[in-house]
């Protein structure tokens, strides 16, 4: 297949073309040809859009299908359809299905599902056996057979000594423990940030404390055993405080932070939409500023979307009783457009690959045609329509997003949203 690509402006900081509007000649997936005004080809098809930008694939180091188990939150197929749309080339599955992603078979299993789509799919194995905490996974095999990282989905490990045994064991073939960080006992029965709202509303609260407890005894072990260790979703202005100082010591630690948290702060609780219940809380004003600023100073590395599809039954119920979680693939491009400028966005959602050890090609002659198609202009409301997942719960229903997805090319397969 042969595509041309019309006046496109590279967002690319590693390649010689960044920010220059460019023709690109495409041959069974491989960058033939980077230049101004290429010539015609009846071989080709042409891809022309309105103020066109290109930049590599985005990759979203956190989303949730629900397959196994829970198809009627979302399955594989229609998810990977979704992220491809979103503008994401590969998505990073998180272990959270029924039963757990914990062994060789069920990393097989996803990712014989994921066969054939234009969005890459990597899976992230449990780290403990069925997500319990008790006992570690199968690491080994499941990085033979295609794991990228190995974490158990928003729950944070109280064996100390698991976790200390699990960096050093992954040190052997590489590996990449993901260490979600919420100490159990802090949080309690909390379901939302503690504080002036949580006082108003009457709804029990999970104080900052709680999670950078955790993240402060998880960067102790770390020091003490080296390897890799990443630290997803980080909520507070400490947090990330915590992790610069960790990395200024030379530590090998990652973090990311997800859509919500950089645009969204717990005013949104008002109304106790449980559209707004999420894990970790969404926190103060102050704290939202402050990740948003570790952004563009590179302590968070990543953003992800932390994409979780709840079934509607289980979001429409009394706040303490709801279940955590928001959709995020199809907002989050032009929900981040509103807080950060457009070449800090485009790094962030492309960095995590490197992280997680996924081939990351700069736009030059020669390499792997992956694409995200885009434009940063023009304003809307996101709403119902704009939902392509299965499940319906968005925190970003009602919010004002900026610029325009238009698909992407990977894997020689060209999605158009439009």
């Known amino acids: 297949m042969k595509i041309i690509i019309r006046s496109a402006k590279i967002i690319d900081s590693k390649s010689p073309f960044h920010n220059q509007t460019v023709d690109l000649l495409i041959a069974d997936g491989i960058i033939e040809k980077i230049g101004a005004s290429l010539p015609e080809s ?14 590599q694939g985005w990759f979203d180091s956190s989303v949730s299908f629900g397959e196994p188990g829970y198809e009627d939150r979302e ?9 491809a749309k979103s503008g994401f080339t590969g998505v990073a599955l ?11 078979s069920q990393i097989n299993f996803v990712k014989s599902k994921a066969h054939g789509f234009a969005t890459a799919l990597f899976p992230i194995g449990a780290l403990t056996k069925a997500s319990e905490g008790k006992d570690m996974a199968e690491l080994f095999d499941m990085k033979k057979s295609g794991a990228v990282a190995f974490g158990d989905y928003n729950k944070s490990l109280d064996n100390a000594n698991l976790l200390k045994i699990a960096l050093q064991y992954v040190q052997d073939f590489d590996g990449l423990v993901v260490a979600y960080s919420q100490d159990v006992n802090l949080k309690g029965t909390g379901v939302v ?5 949580s006082t108003k509303l009457g709804l029990k609260g ?10 402060s005894r ?5 020091e003490y055993t080296g390897g890799k260790l990443h630290i997803p979703t980080v909520s507070t202005a400490k947090s990330a405080a915590l992790i610069k100082e960790a990395k200024a010591k030379g530590l090998n630690v990652t973090c990311s932070a997800s859509v919500h948290h950089l645009v969204l702060n717990d005013e949104k609780l008002e109304g106790f939409d449980t559209r707004y219940k999420v894990t970790p809380p969404l926190r103060t004003e102050s704290d939202r500023a402050a990740l948003v600023n570790a952004v563009l100073d590179g302590t968070i590395d990543m953003i992800t979307s932390d994409h979780n599809p709840i079934d509607i039954e289980f979001k429409k119920m009394e706040f303490d009783t709801a279940k955590n979680g928001t959709i995020g693939l199809e907002s989050a491009f032009g929900a981040l457009l509103t807080v950060l400028p457009l070449e800090t966005v485009i790094e962030k959602l492309t960095l995590g690959k490197a992280v997680f050890g996924i081939e990351n090609n700069s736009i ?3 390499s792997k045609a992956n694409f995200t198609f ?3 202009e023009g304003n809307s409301t996101f709403t119902k329509e704009n939902i392509l997942s299965k499940s319906k719960n968005s925190a970003f229903l009602g919010t004002e997003t900026k610029g325009t997805v238009y698909g992407i090319l990977n894997q020689n397969q060209l999605v158009i949203t439009k």
């Open 42 to 55: 009846t071989e080709a098809k042409e891809v022309k859009f309105d103020n066109l930008h290109l930049s």
């Open 94 to 104: 998180q272990p959270n299905s029924f039963p757990i992603i914990d062994n060789q």
């Open 206 to 215: 999970i104080p900052n404390l709680a999670e950078e407890l955790q993240i």
């Open 193 to 197: 940030n503690e504080g002036i709202i």
């Open 374 to 376: 885009f434009s940063p």
């Open 364 to 366: 030059v002659e020669g």
């Open 75 to 83: 399955t594989i197929a229609n998810g990977l359809t979704v992220a």
């Open 218 to 222: 998880n960067l102790f072990l770390l």
